[in-house]
């Protein structure tokens, strides 16, 4: 999947994410010294921001390397950022791509146990999780009120903490951006819901008109601009369709334990003083999966489009790169979700990336067995 960040293109999984949007930045080198080996991550923090609001600061936690192809000065390295909004980096640094997998207790009271991660991401890349924005995980709101409402304050805010970490190096070498099941564009994306529940037998005739008679008055309402009412219109329709289908995860319809039951004992370990200590975290920051405060703050924000950002990437004279990724069980935001935004992307290669090959991508190993597929133009 790494590899496939090399070029634009849409790639999805057989084995989907289990929970929240995230994006993935790949920068064309990062700082620091040689390979470290052991265990907590190589470096930890929490840099104040040079912009307002005061006494604030986004946390943050790096792996190196640990095979890298390169020499540590020139090695790439994967910026992470959860979504949510509101959700901790921890949640995928320990459950999906970080060198050690939590093993969670029989309740949030146990703080159950690491073991080596076999297809961590920071074999040939440096890899860096940041909560973001202000508020999530151990990143130190000074109040609520500080909170980053829109999408332009949290990318000033992430944009500073970078240049934190690379010693205020003014200009940041972008290489390219992924995309996890990336609510990007809404308005188109809330009309393929009823669409994708119904084909994979979710839902029946009778419960699909009424999706997408929710589905309609959400884009009534992001049409209108009435951004708050857009989205508690997409939470209901989720909410619903959460309650008729009975699934676990509308991110998985196959998934058989929760987030929550996942992550159980997650907390507790990552608030041990200790821990909090060997983490670099304030001690009066009290660590959550995911923080309602930032959902609320950023409520208002959520059924805007993105899609302007992707365009203005792919037009630079050298364009970015782009990896859209996602599962095929993913009935929330999934695949077919994101084809509905794509084919309203102002791009002069949608053209040529509609028309490309479909192509199986299998594992190097167990086999050669199916992980997904790739569609990709250069």
Known sequence: ???????????????????????????????????????????VGLPPLPIPPANASLYFAFYEATHPLTSPASTPLLVWLEGGPGCSGFLSNFLQIGPYLFAGGSSSNSSGSL??????????????????????????????????????????????????FFSLEPRINLRGVAIGNGMMHPVAQVTTHADIAYFMG?????????????QAEAVKLIKAERWREASSAREGLISWM??????????????????????????????????KAALGARRDV??????????????????????????????????????????????????????AWLRELEWDGLAAFHDADHAVWRSQSG????????QSHV
């Open 1 to 43: 999947m790494i590899d496939a960040i090399l070029k634009h293109g849409a790639f999805s999984r057989v084995s989907p994410p289990r929970h929240c949007r995230r994006l993935i930045l790949l920068l064309g080198c990062r700082s620091g010294g040689g390979i470290a080996q052991r265990s907590p991550p190589d470096q």
């Open 115 to 164: 073991s080596p991660n076999p297809f961590a991401w920071n074999r040939r890349f440096g890899l860096l999780f940041v909560d973001s924005p202000l508020g999530t995980g151990f990143s130190a709101a000074p109040s609520p009120a500080a909170i980053p409402t829109n999408q332009s304050v949290v990318a000033e805010h992430i944009l500073a903490a970078l240049q934190s």
């Open 202 to 214: 979710l839902i029946n005739e009778k419960q699909k008109r009424k999706v997408e008679a929710m």
């Open 242 to 275: 959460e309650n008729a289908t009975g699934v676990v995860s509308l991110f998985d319809v196959e998934a058989q334990r929760s987030l929550e039951e996942e992550a159980a004992g997650l907390a507790a370990l990552l608030n041990n003083g200790e821990v």
């Open 286 to 339: 009290e660590w959550k999966m995911c923080s309602r405060l930032v959902g609320v703050a950023q409520h208002d924000d959520v059924m805007k489009s993105a899609k302007h950002h992707v365009e203005a990437l792919l037009r630079e004279p050298t364009p970015t790169r782009v990896l859209l990724y996602e599962g095929i069980r993913d009935v929330k935001d999934g695949v077919v979700c994101t084809e």
């Open 367 to 374: 086999q050669g067995r199916l992980a997904g597929y790739v």
